[in-house]
């Protein structure tokens, strides 16, 4: 059974940090791209930063260069790592396959930046 476990968010000042993990279970991890996705009220869940299995990323225009991705296959468990937060970037963050969306989705954490 698929489980993805997301912690680290947290409430945080304009500027700030903070590193989110997630935790897989139930798949065949160093076999997966993951990524990270958000979803603000009222808008479509997006995604925000993939790693493939080689390691190359890629992210959202509007984290790059403030949003890094990261994974250690050992542990199961993909990281963010999210710098210059800005209130906009306030949203229930998820993680899951980049190529491959495993069912069902965790239950995110939440990440909220006050101005």
């Known amino acids: 059974q698929v489980q993805l476990v997301e912690s680290g968010g947290g409430l945080v000042q304009a500027g700030g940090s903070l590193r989110l993990s997630c935790v897989a279970s139930?798949?065949?991890?160093?076999?997966?791209?993951m990524g990270w996705y958000r979803q603000a009220p009222g808008k479509q869940r997006e995604l925000v930063a993939t790693?493939?299995?080689?390691?190359?990323?890629n992210y959202a225009d509007s984290v790059k260069g403030r949003f890094t991705i990261s994974r250690d296959n050992a542990k199961n468990t993909v990281y963010l790592q999210m710098n210059s937060l800005k209130p906009e970037d306030t949203a229930v963050y998820y993680c899951?396959?980049?190529?491959?969306?495993?069912?069902?989705w965790g239950q995110g954490t939440q990440v909220t930046v006050s101005s």
């Open positions: 790693m493939t299995t080689g390691g190359r990323t």
């Open positions: 899951n396959g980049a190529q491959y969306r495993f069912t069902p």
């Open positions: 139930g798949i065949i991890f160093s076999n997966n791209a």
